[in-house]
């Protein structure tokens, strides 16, 4: 099956640092890949569609100068979260489509800002 | 918009079962069911894109009423492991993944 990846599992940092998190789809191409982010007992929030070689899409709300997406190549897409601050810490999980419309999520990575 | 799920919670005694409903007020392309284990990614369980279209996974199977625009997920005889969170996820146009709030289901012995 398809599998994707994340990079880090977890992490902690100090307020203000910026954090980057890397997805990758391992053994498909992704010419689309989503970002979520899941704060504790609720469902998971789109926060951008990251699309291989364009600018990423944000949903209403999300800051693209704070989140910021690269989609560098079709397996790739990276999250960086600039000057984290406490209230950014959450549940971040990436999601990549192959062909066939079902969307394989990556594991998450736990970002605490302290 | 964000569909919306039914009921919030459930406990179920293993070998009882669950329906879980999802429905949005708007047409849908397709509908996507995940189930999620607590601190860890959603899994994905089925995708169901025709209307009328009812798809399977072991016990656990799914139904999609295109005019009614709602999706109802069927457990039967539920095992220990079905314990986690039910997500549905609507779609309008195969690229814009709108998720419900979730369904917690938990199954004790």
């Known amino acids: 099956g398809a599998v994707v990846s994340q990079h880090p599992s977890w992490v902690i940092c100090k307020s203000g640092t910026s954090v980057k998190i890397e997805c990758r789809s391992l053994?498909?191409?992704?010419?689309?890949m989503f970002w979520y982010r899941q704060f504790p007992k609720q469902s998971l929030m789109l926060m951008a569609t990251?699309?291989?070689?364009?600018?990423?899409?944000?949903e209403q709300g999300v800051e693209k100068d704070k989140f910021l997406i690269n989609h560098a190549s079709l397996t790739l897409s990276t999250l960086t979260v600039t000057s984290a601050h406490p209230e950014d810490s959450s549940f971040y999980i990436c999601?990549?489509?192959?062909?066939?419309?079902?969307?394989?999520f990556g594991p998450g990575t736990r970002l605490t800002v302290t | 918009q964000q569909p919306v799920q039914s009921p919030q919670a459930v406990i179920l005694r293993e070998g009882e079962d669950a329906v879980i409903n999802c429905s949005s007020s708007?047409?849908?392309?397709?509908v996507h069911w995940y189930r999620q284990k607590h601190g860890e990614a959603p899994v994905f369980l089925m995708i169901?894109?025709?209307?009328?279209e009812q798809k399977g996974h072991e016990k656990i199977s799914a139904s999609f009423n295109e005019k009614k625009q709602q999706s109802s997920l069927y457990l039967t005889a539920s095992q220990l492991s079905y314990s986690g969170t039910y997500f549905c996820?609507?779609?309008?146009?195969?690229?814009?993944?709108?998720f419900g709030a979730g369904t917690r289901l938990t199954v004790k012995p």
């Open positions: 999601s990549a489509t192959p062909l066939g419309g079902e969307q394989y």
């Open positions: 053994d498909f191409q992704a010419t689309t």
């Open positions: 169901l894109l025709k209307g009328g």
């Open positions: 708007k047409a849908l392309y397709s």
């Open positions: 996820g609507t779609d309008k146009y195969n690229n814009d993944m709108r």
């Open positions: 990251s699309n291989e070689g364009s600018k990423a899409t944000y």
